[in-house]
């Protein structure tokens, strides 16, 4: 891993595409801050393809501050994001998805690699942090943490007034959150959608220089959602993105799905045609115990996929490859709705 000390703004390249070829390995970066009783963690990048958090770091990068308090970053898939071309591959190919490499075993590369994350981070002591996604799919912004806390609340808050609390396990880094360094992963919207650059680059700079990260706000709002499930495939499954069933495939999603993405659908919304009657066989929906909970999501009508209760939808993925490896979406149901006002 290539580590940067107060890098200046001079040592650093003008794009966050030659930065990230220019180093060619995962990155840690440290910025003294102008006050140094207090570090905060960043990572950003865990993905290939979710450029957002990275394009705001190296965009404050250059200009050359200090934070208010230490800063200490990191980005890990860079293999990946330099793959051509850029910032399509999410894992560098044949590995693990780095999200999901945060317990033991540690024994690939991608696990190596997130042990060395976990015990830095253990070195430098930071009272929190934030990791910074984009979804695949168009989507507005939100953030996911593993339990409700004011300081989780907080933490989002910076970027968003959407929340969901999962109690989904899958070896990712917001999972090692604790009260004494609380871990929030945020989600700034679509990896193409410009908005997500903004919310990234906002977000950050509330991060960086407020005072206080860990208290919500007086006045603000959060829509929270718990316990959500994901919609995943088996490897064998043909899936297909088109605007009506594509013949030969067992799935077929409609091509504009992620236009429901945090949107509230209700029962029977379309999720996708099936083909043939195997195709049940390839889909799977699980809660955190395992216990296979298809049925209060979805059902079957014929050889339609529908929502079988009012859900709301989240981080639906408009890319084959990405829909068999991770999942084709989340949901969670509209009764685990919250709102939470101060």
């Not at 966050?16 to 220019?22: G, Q, R, S, T, Y």
């Not at 990712?172 to 992963?185: F, K, N, Q, V």
């Not at 989340?330 to 709102?339: D, F, K, L, P, S």
């Amino acid at each position: 891993m290539r580590t940067l000390i107060n890098p200046t703004s001079e040592q650093l390249s003008d794009s966050p595409e030659a930065f990230l070829k220019e180093m060619g390995e995962a990155v840690m970066i440290y910025i003294e801050g102008e006050r140094t009783e207090r570090t905060r963690g960043l990572v950003t990048l865990l993905h290939g393809n979710e450029p957002s958090g990275l394009n705001a770091l190296h965009k404050w990068l250059k200009q050359g501050q200090k934070p208010l308090f230490n800063l200490l970053c990191f980005i890990p898939s860079v293999p990946a994001a330099i793959l051509e071309p850029m910032y399509k591959y999410r894992v560098y190919p044949g590995q693990r998805d780095m999200n999901r490499c945060f317990f033991p075993p540690f024994t690939d590369e991608p696990g190596q690699l997130a042990e060395e994350i976990l015990e830095r981070f253990e070195g430098y002591q930071p009272e929190c942090i934030l990791d910074i996604h984009n979804t695949s799919g168009h989507s507005p912004d939100f953030g996911v943490v593993t339990y409700v806390s004011a300081a989780h609340e907080a933490l989002v808050s910076l970027f968003s007034e959407r929340l969901v609390v999962t109690d989904l396990r899958l070896g990712a880094l917001m999972e090692r959150s604790t009260r004494r360094c609380p871990i929030a992963t945020i989600e700034c919207g679509g990896a193409k959608d410009q908005t997500a650059n903004q919310i990234a680059w906002q977000g950050l700079q509330k991060y960086l220089y407020q005072e206080e990260v860990m208290q919500l706000e007086h006045g603000h709002h959060l829509d929270l959602y718990r316990q959500p499930v994901r919609l995943e495939l088996k490897p064998e499954t043909t899936i297909a993105f088109a605007d009506s069933y594509v013949i030969g495939t067992d799935l077929t999603v409609p091509a504009q799905l992620d236009e429901f993405n945090f949107g509230a659908v209700e029962r029977g919304t379309l999720i996708a045609w099936l083909g043939g009657s195997a195709s049940q066989q390839n889909l799977k929906v699980h809660d955190a115990e395992g216990a296979d909970v298809f049925s209060r999501f979805f059902e079957i009508k014929g050889n339609l996929l529908v929502t079988a209760q009012p859900l709301k939808l989240f981080m639906i993925t408009t890319r084959p490859d990405i829909a068999l490896s991770d999942c084709l979406l989340y949901a969670a149901a509209e009764t685990e709705h919250e709102v939470v006002d101060t």
